[in-house]
């Protein structure tokens, strides 16, 4: 029911009444379980950020968070209504994430069931941007994570998983700046950016590092406005996606080197590298999570499998490099997969053993 009453409200990065509502709904029901609840605008994002703060009387401190905004526009809960199929429960974002959002608060409603207060803070955020980066939220998810012991993230996992590691995300920006001249009656009057550009491509393809994990592929190109006009600046885009933390500067001082050699004289090559989402690195202390996650797993003799995934998360705000704390876990939502599809779909059966893992975890981790 939690679930259902979440899909059928259009909550896609950006739709303000959507975000809105769900956020006053989550707002309420945190409220309910007995949350000190306080509200943050994700500027310039929509929605806002709302923060649930639950007091115990243990020594460790966790921090549960998920987005509720999904890839889909307005309209989009309309044409495909939540609905339930056989094994699998379907309709816009029921995985990624409100899968998750709906894990997030029954597994704090069966903690108050067991009467459990063994931490000595649970922390809870729920984010409305993480499908277009995380501009508005990506600060109070640091801010947060510092002060928690444990950070479980709700992604969904597409079988029954943990992540102990995510990729980053990082932009380049190729930009080659020549000279125009008619292309039909003084072509050698210009210098000729495309021609440029699409040297440089050839030289940069090869960016990244295959042993390494690190991709580099370039996505898009834009050149001229006229067909008869030598054009005077040409750009491009690449996508970098790496799991290594000195791949971004390697990237860079390679990228430099490299666009230095030039084909078509007087043109000015320059190229950017935006930082994104960081990584969630392989590290010791993930890694002791997910370890103690299959342990208790198999409690109820259910496998459980550590991984690492090529997507990147909010996980990579919340990890801190070369610290212990906060120990840092993803893909504890609901097992589901098509994500960004109209075919998204997540598995009812993951529903109850995933529940207990959060349970089980807390309990364990705040001993």
């Keep these: 029911d939690t679930l259902k009453a979440l899909v059928s409200v259009d909550t896609g990065t950006g739709t303000e009444a959507g975000l809105t509502e769900v956020g006053a ?39 549960l968070m ?25 309709g816009p ?13 029954h597994a704090v409603k069966l903690l108050q069931d067991q009467q459990f207060k063994g931490y000595r803070t649970l922390t809870v955020l729920f984010n409305p941007d993480e499908e277009m ?31 102990i590691a995510t990729n980053g995300i990082n932009r380049l920006k190729l930009e080659v700046k020549g000279r125009a001249s008619h292309a039909g009656s003084a072509p050698e009057e210009g210098r000729n950016a495309l021609i440029e550009l699409s040297h ?25 406005e006229k067909a008869n006009i030598i054009p ?65 797993y198999a409690r109820i003799e259910q496998q459980l499998e550590p991984i690492a995934m090529r997507f990147g998360t909010d996980a990579g705000y919340a990890y801190v490099p070369d610290s212990a704390k906060p120990a840092v876990l993803e893909t504890l939502g609901v097992v589901g997969a098509g994500l960004h599809g109209d075919d998204e779909y997540m598995e009812l059966a993951s529903v109850a053993p995933r529940l207990y893992l959060t349970v089980a975890m807390i309990r364990e981790l705040a001993k």
């Design 232 to 296: 005077a600046l040409a750009t491009a885009e690449a996508d970098m996606r790496y799991s290594d933390l000195s791949e971004t500067e390697r990237v860079q001082a390679d990228a430099q080197r490299i666009i230095k050699k030039q084909q078509v004289a007087d043109t000015q090559v320059s190229l950017v590298l935006e930082k994104g989402r960081p990584p969630l690195a392989k590290n010791a202390a993930s890694a002791q999570l997910a370890q103690t996650a299959q342990q208790l």
């Design 200 to 224: 440089q491509l050839l030289q940069l393809n090869d960016l990244g590092d295959k042993g390494k994990g690190t991709t580099v592929n370039w996505t898009l190109a834009k050149a001229g």
């Design 66 to 90: 998920v987005h509720y905004d999904t890839v889909f526009g307005p309209g989009s809960v309309a044409k495909r209504p939540f609905r339930i199929e056989g094994e699998r429960a379907y």
């Design 133 to 163: 980066g995380s501009a508005g939220s990506r600060q109070i998810i640091a801010e947060l994570a510092r002060k928690h012991d444990f950070v479980f993230s709700y992604e969904p996992p597409d079988k029954d998983a943990v992540t």
């Design 25 to 63: 709904e989550l707002v309420k029901r945190l409220k309910a379980l007995g949350a000190d609840v306080t509200t943050h605008p994700a500027t310039p994002s929509a929605g806002n950020n709302i923060v649930g703060t639950f007091k115990g009387d243990g020594s460790k401190d966790f921090l």
């Design 93 to 105: 974002g029921v995985a990624d994430a409100k899968g998750g959002v709906a894990m997030i608060l």
